[in-house]
């Protein structure tokens, strides 16, 4: 399952905002306008293996963040 936000104008995630997706393995939230995150955003997504963030405006990032991503194995921080 994948949740692709892409091309938004997306600026922040906040807290718990994807609380009720836990079995999505796949999160692309590339080419936003993003510049800041919540350190509770990803609690939730239990089963994430892929996360997309490149092309953003992030000038720094709670690595505190990605605590509740246990499957994680690939995160894009590419162009921010």
């Known amino acids: ?11 922040s995630i906040a807290q718990n905002a994807f ?12 080419n936003n306008k993003i510049s ?7 609690s939730g997504l239990n089963n994430l293996e892929r996360l997309r963030l490149d092309s953003n405006n992030l000038s720094s990032f709670n ?3 990605l605590e509740p ?3 994680l ?3 894009n921080f590419a162009i921010n």
């Open 1 to 11: 399952t994948a949740i692709r936000l892409s091309h938004n104008f997306i600026s």
């Open 19 to 30: 609380q009720s997706f836990e079995n999505v393995r796949e999160l692309s939230l590339w």
């Open 36 to 42: 800041s995150i919540d350190d509770n955003a990803f």
């Open 63 to 65: 690595l505190k963040a």
């Open 69 to 71: 991503l246990k499957r």
């Open 73 to 75: 194995h690939f995160i």
